[in-house]
C-alpha cells in the first residue's frame, strides 16, 4: 500500500478521511486541493491527459471549496503536438482544462524568446517565476514575470513562488538571451555557488509573506539530479527559510512526498509527478491546521481474465477515491482535434530519399543490431547534427540498433510518418559531457554479442570509428537483470577507437582520460536502456530535447533540396573526411569487424601515433603485459618511441 505523505504544520492532526468523489455531502470540504503537473512535454495522446485533469478538476470543485492546478515546467515542446504550431495548441489545451498559474521551465525558450512571449499571451493563467530577470550592461535588473502569485482560499491565502533553473541559459540557446548585437538582455539567476538563486527565491518569500500570505508554496523548475547542484529543489530548500512545500519538476523524478529541512531546520514537503502525463499530483492542505498531504494519481490498466489483454483503465489514488477515469468532453474535443490535424500533417512529404535504408540484407537477415548498416549511420548522423546545428559542442553521437525499427527499405519520399516508422519509441535526444573510459566501456558492453549474435545495445556511432575483434571473448560484467556493472575482466574486444576532431579534420585517438559531449537518446544514456549503466554521474549538457522521429525529420530537411542522397549530408559538407557514405547498406566503414586471435608473443615495431593502449586493445592483452614483457625497455608506460621494437605477449 502506498503512503500518503503529509507534513505537519502544527501539532494538531485532525482525523478523517478524504472524501470519495462519489459522495454527496450538504456543504464542500473547506480544505484546498491543488493539482500539479510537469514535464508534460506535449504528450497529450496518453489515457491521462488534459481532458482527465479537467474533469478531476470539475469533480473536486464538487466536494471543495478551493480547487486549484498549475503546472511546473516544460509543457510546450517534446513532441510534434508542441512543435508544428510551437506550443499554441498546448496552451489552448491548458486554457481550457482550467489551469490557474504555471512557471516556465528551460524548454518554454526552445522556440526563442519570442516564442516564449507568444506562449505567455496565449495563457489565460500566469506565468510567474522570481528569478528571471532583464538584464543590462551585466547587472540584472526587474524580473521579466512576476516572481510570485497569491490566491485567497477562505481563511487561508497561498502564495506559488515561481523558480525557473539556470540552466535554462545552458540547456536552450544562449542567443536567445541576447539583442540583435549580441549584448545580454536576459538572465536566469543562479550564482556558481547558488547565492544569487537562494537569495531571489528568499526574497520572493519574504515579499509573500508580507502581503499576508499563510502557506508559501515553491512552483519550481529545478530537479533533484545532482548534475544540477547548487540549483536543485533542495539545494534551494537547505538555503531559505518559509517554504512549506515544493512542486518541482526538471529531471523528470516521482517523488509522491519527501520531506526536506530548510535553513531554519524547518521541514517542507518537495514532490514531483515524473514526465510526460504519467500521474498527476493532488496536494491537499488542512484548513484548520495548514497540514499539507501530497499522492500522485496513477493509471492503472484493467486486464481481462487472460492477464494480458488490457480491458480498460482505472485512477490509482489514497488522496483522490474515484476510480473512474473521467474526461471533459470540451476539452477532449479540442485534444482530439489537434491529434487528428497532425496526424494528416504527419503524412505530409518532407523529403526523399534517393539510396536505401535498411536494416535486413536480401536475404532478410536484420543486421543493425549486430553491425554496421547506412541505416545506423544515418540515425547517428542525424543526432550528431541535431545538436551541431544548435551551436552545441557534440563530439559523438550514439544509436542503439534496437532502436532504428523500420521492417521495410525506405527510399523514394518519405514523411515524418515515415520517420516514424524507422524510431518508433518516441525517446528524447540529449547531450552528456562523458569521459574516454566511459565512452570504451559502453562500445565494449554494445559488442558483447557481436560476431555471436544480435543485441538492441549495439551501436551505431557518429564522429568516432572503432574495431572490434571477435576472436576476444566478452568478459564485460552484468547484474542479474542484464544491466552492466563493469568493464572486462580480460581484454577489451573493442580496440583503435578514434574520435573526428573538428578543428583539424584528423580522427585521433581516444583519450581515456578526456572529457566528451556525447549524443543520444534518453533511453540509452540517462534510463539503463539495453542496460547501460556506466553513464552513471555524466553531466547533463542539454537535455529532453526533440523527439526520436523529429531528429530524424531535422536531419533530412538540412540537406540540399531535402534530399538525401550516397554522401551529400550537411555534416561532409561542413566537416571534411567526416566518413559519410550511405550508399552501401553495410556502412561506411565506421565500425569494422575482425577476428584477428592473439599473437603467440609477436614483436611489434612502434609506429607513428602508436600507443600502448592501443597495442594492448589491438591484440587482445593488457598494458601490464606489454610492460612486464618489456620491463628494460619501457621505463615510463607512458612513453613509447617510434622505432622501439616491443613484445606483444
Same mark, same amino acid.
Given at each position: 500500500?502506498?503512503?500518503?505523505?503529509?507534513?505537519?504544520?502544527?501539532?494538531?492532526?485532525?482525523?478523517?478521511?478524504?472524501?470519495?468523489?462519489?459522495?454527496?455531502?450538504?456543504?464542500? #470540504?473547506?480544505?484546498?486541493?491543488?493539482?500539479?503537473?510537469?514535464?508534460?512535454?506535449?504528450?497529450?495522446?496518453?489515457?491521462?491527459?488534459? &481532458?482527465?485533469?479537467?474533469?478531476?478538476?470539475? *469533480?473536486?470543485?464538487?466536494?471543495?471549496?478551493?480547487?486549484?492546478?498549475?503546472?511546473?515546467?516544460?509543457?510546450? /515542446?517534446?513532441?510534434?503536438?508542441?512543435?508544428?504550431?510551437?506550443?499554441?495548441?498546448?496552451?489552448?489545451?491548458?486554457?481550457?482544462?482550467?489551469?490557474?498559474?504555471?512557471?516556465?521551465?528551460?524548454?518554454?525558450?526552445?522556440?526563442?524568446?519570442?516564442?516564449?512571449?507568444?506562449?505567455?499571451?496565449?495563457?489565460?493563467?500566469?506565468?510567474?517565476?522570481?528569478?528571471?530577470?532583464?538584464?543590462?550592461?551585466?547587472?540584472?535588473?526587474?524580473?521579466?514575470?512576476?516572481?510570485?502569485? %497569491?490566491?485567497?482560499?477562505?481563511?487561508?491565502?497561498?502564495?506559488?513562488?515561481?523558480?525557473?533553473?539556470?540552466?535554462?541559459?545552458?540547456?536552450?540557446?544562449?542567443?536567445?538571451?541576447?539583442?540583435?548585437?549580441?549584448?545580454?538582455?536576459?538572465?536566469?539567476?543562479?550564482?556558481?555557488d547558488g547565492e544569487e538563486l537562494y537569495t531571489a527565491v528568499q526574497t520572493a518569500i519574504d515579499e509573500a509573506e508580507a502581503a499576508g500570505a499563510?502557506?508559501?508554496?515553491?512552483?519550481?523548475?529545478? @530537479?533533484?539530479?545532482?548534475?544540477?547542484?547548487?540549483?536543485?529543489?533542495?539545494?534551494?530548500?537547505?538555503?531559505?527559510?518559509?517554504?512549506?512545500?515544493?512542486?518541482? +519538476?526538471?529531471?523528470?523524478?516521482?517523488?509522491?512526498?519527501?520531506?526536506?529541512?530548510?535553513?531554519?531546520?524547518?521541514?517542507?514537503?518537495?514532490?514531483?509527478? !515524473?514526465?510526460?502525463?504519467?500521474?498527476?499530483? %493532488?496536494?491537499?492542505?488542512?484548513?484548520?491546521?495548514?497540514?499539507?498531504?501530497?499522492?500522485?494519481?496513477?493509471?492503472?490498466?484493467?486486464?481481462?481474465?487472460?492477464?494480458?489483454?488490457?480491458?480498460?483503465?482505472?485512477?490509482?489514488?489514497?488522496?483522490?477515491?474515484?476510480?473512474?477515469?473521467?474526461?471533459?468532453?470540451?476539452?477532449?474535443?479540442?485534444?482530439?482535434?489537434?491529434?487528428?490535424?497532425?496526424?494528416?500533417?504527419?503524412?505530409?512529404?518532407?523529403?526523399?530519399?534517393?539510396?536505401?535504408?535498411?536494416?535486413?540484407?536480401?536475404? +532478410?537477415?536484420?543486421?543493425?543490431?549486430?553491425?554496421?548498416?547506412?541505416?545506423?549511420?544515418?540515425?547517428? #548522423?542525424?543526432?550528431?547534427?541535431?545538436? #551541431?546545428?544548435?551551436?552545441?559542442?557534440?563530439?559523438?553521437?550514439?544509436?542503439?540498433? +534496437?532502436?532504428?525499427?523500420?521492417?521495410?527499405?525506405?527510399?523514394?519520399?518519405?514523411?515524418?510518418?515515415?520517420?516514424?516508422?524507422?524510431?518508433?519509441?518516441?525517446?528524447? $535526444?540529449?547531450?552528456?559531457?562523458?569521459?574516454?573510459? /566511459?565512452?570504451? &566501456?559502453?562500445?565494449?558492453?554494445? $559488442?558483447?554479442?557481436?560476431?555471436?549474435?544480435?543485441?538492441?545495445?549495439f551501436l551505431q556511432v557518429s564522429g568516432l570509428t572503432y574495431c572490434i575483434n571477435t576472436a576476444v571473448a566478452s568478459t564485460v560484467r552484468a &547484474?542479474?537483470? !542484464?544491466?552492466?556493472?563493469? @568493464?572486462?575482466?580480460?581484454? =577489451?574486444?573493442?580496440?583503435?577507437?578514434?574520435? =573526428?576532431?573538428?578543428?583539424?579534420? $584528423?580522427?585521433?585517438?581516444?583519450?581515456?582520460?578526456?572529457?566528451?559531449?556525447?549524443?543520444?537518446?534518453?533511453?540509452?544514456?540517462?534510463?539503463?536502456?539495453?542496460?547501460?549503466? %556506466?553513464?552513471?554521474?555524466?553531466?547533463?549538457?542539454?537535455?529532453?530535447?526533440?523527439?526520436?522521429?523529429?531528429?530524424?525529420?531535422?536531419?533530412?530537411?538540412?540537406?540540399?533540396?531535402?534530399?538525401?542522397?550516397?554522401?551529400?549530408?550537411?555534416?561532409?559538407?561542413?566537416?571534411?573526411?567526416?566518413?559519410?557514405?550511405?550508399?552501401?547498406?553495410?556502412?561506411?566503414?565506421?565500425?569494422?569487424?575482425? *577476428?584477428?586471435?592473439?599473437? $603467440? *608473443?609477436?614483436?611489434?615495431?612502434? /609506429?607513428?601515433?602508436?600507443?600502448?593502449?592501443?597495442?594492448?586493445?589491438?591484440?587482445?592483452?593488457?598494458?601490464?603485459?606489454?610492460?612486464?614483457?618489456?620491463?628494460?625497455?619501457?621505463?615510463?608506460?607512458?612513453?613509447?618511441?617510434?622505432?622501439?621494437?616491443?613484445?606483444?605477449?
Open positions: 500500500m502506498r503512503k500518503i505523505f503529509t507534513l505537519f504544520m502544527t501539532m494538531v492532526l485532525c482525523a478523517g478521511l478524504v472524501v470519495p468523489v462519489s459522495a454527496k455531502e450538504e456543504a464542500k #470540504d473547506k480544505d484546498t486541493v491543488i493539482l500539479y503537473t510537469n514535464d508534460v512535454h506535449t504528450y497529450i495522446d496518453g489515457v491521462l491527459s488534459y &481532458d482527465v485533469i479537467a474533469a478531476l478538476k470539475d *469533480e473536486l470543485e464538487t466536494q471543495y471549496e478551493h480547487v486549484l492546478l498549475v503546472d511546473a515546467g516544460d509543457h510546450v /515542446q517534446g513532441t510534434a503536438y508542441g512543435s508544428m504550431d510551437k506550443g499554441a495548441s498546448i496552451v489552448k489545451l491548458m486554457n481550457a482544462a482550467g489551469y490557474d498559474l504555471a512557471t516556465p521551465g528551460n524548454h518554454e525558450i526552445d522556440y526563442g524568446m519570442d516564442g516564449f512571449f507568444d506562449v505567455v499571451s496565449w495563457a489565460e493563467f500566469p506565468y510567474v517565476s522570481c528569478n528571471f530577470h532583464h538584464e543590462k550592461d551585466g547587472v540584472c535588473g526587474e524580473t521579466v514575470l512576476d516572481g510570485w502569485k %497569491m490566491f485567497t482560499c477562505g481563511e487561508e491565502k497561498i502564495a506559488f513562488i515561481g523558480i525557473t533553473t539556470p540552466e535554462t541559459f545552458t540547456k536552450s540557446t544562449p542567443f536567445y538571451f541576447q539583442d540583435a548585437n549580441g549584448n545580454y538582455i536576459y538572465d536566469i539567476a543562479g550564482g556558481n499563510t502557506t508559501v508554496i515553491a512552483l519550481g523548475h529545478l @530537479g533533484d539530479d545532482a548534475s544540477s547542484k547548487p540549483w536543485t529543489s533542495e539545494d534551494v530548500i537547505a538555503n531559505t527559510c518559509g517554504l512549506d512545500a515544493f512542486i518541482d +519538476g526538471h529531471s523528470h523524478s516521482t517523488v509522491e512526498g519527501r520531506v526536506a529541512t530548510d535553513e531554519d531546520g524547518h521541514s517542507v514537503l518537495l514532490t514531483q509527478t !515524473g514526465e510526460y502525463f504519467d500521474r498527476i499530483g %493532488m496536494m491537499v492542505i488542512d484548513d484548520e491546521t495548514g497540514a499539507v498531504k501530497t499522492d500522485l494519481i496513477e493509471c492503472e490498466e484493467i486486464l481481462a481474465k487472460d492477464g494480458e489483454t488490457v480491458e480498460g483503465y482505472e485512477l490509482s489514488s489514497e488522496l483522490y477515491l474515484g476510480k473512474e477515469v473521467l474526461s471533459d468532453a470540451e476539452v477532449k474535443a479540442i485534444k482530439d482535434a489537434w491529434i487528428s490535424e497532425i496526424s494528416e500533417q504527419l503524412e505530409k512529404k518532407i523529403g526523399s530519399v534517393s539510396v536505401n535504408f535498411a536494416n535486413y540484407d536480401e536475404g +532478410g537477415n536484420r543486421l543493425v543490431r549486430s553491425q554496421e548498416t547506412n541505416n545506423g549511420d544515418f540515425t547517428a #548522423d542525424a543526432l550528431y547534427y541535431l545538436f #551541431d546545428n544548435m551551436d552545441m559542442d557534440v563530439d559523438i553521437a550514439f544509436m542503439n540498433g +534496437g532502436g532504428i525499427r523500420n521492417k521495410t527499405t525506405i527510399t523514394g519520399d518519405i514523411s515524418y510518418q515515415t520517420c516514424k516508422e524507422i524510431h518508433t519509441f518516441g525517446n528524447v $535526444a540529449c547531450l552528456q559531457s562523458v569521459t574516454g573510459q /566511459q565512452i570504451l &566501456d559502453a562500445l565494449e558492453w554494445g $559488442a558483447k554479442e557481436a560476431g555471436n549474435g544480435e543485441n538492441g545495445g &547484474d542479474d537483470k !542484464g544491466v552492466w556493472t563493469g @568493464g572486462p575482466t580480460g581484454a =577489451y574486444r573493442v580496440h583503435d577507437v578514434k574520435v =573526428y576532431n573538428k578543428e583539424t579534420g $584528423a580522427w585521433d585517438e581516444l583519450d581515456l582520460d578526456a572529457t566528451y559531449n556525447l549524443a543520444g537518446y534518453n533511453y540509452t544514456l540517462r534510463n539503463l536502456g539495453d542496460g547501460f549503466a %556506466m553513464f552513471e554521474g555524466a553531466v547533463n549538457v542539454l537535455d529532453y530535447v526533440m523527439e526520436d522521429y523529429l531528429v530524424l525529420a531535422n536531419y533530412v530537411q538540412a540537406f540540399e533540396n531535402d534530399t538525401v542522397g550516397a554522401g551529400n549530408s550537411p555534416l561532409a559538407v561542413k566537416y571534411p573526411g567526416f566518413t559519410v557514405d550511405y550508399s552501401t547498406v553495410k556502412g561506411s566503414g565506421r565500425i569494422t569487424m575482425c *577476428e584477428a586471435e592473439k599473437a $603467440a *608473443e609477436a614483436v611489434y615495431t612502434v /609506429q607513428k601515433g602508436d600507443t600502448l593502449w592501443g597495442l594492448s586493445r589491438k591484440y587482445g592483452c593488457t598494458v601490464e603485459d606489454i610492460v612486464s614483457c618489456n620491463s628494460g625497455l619501457i621505463k615510463n608506460p607512458r612513453l613509447i618511441l617510434v622505432g622501439w621494437e616491443l613484445t606483444i605477449p
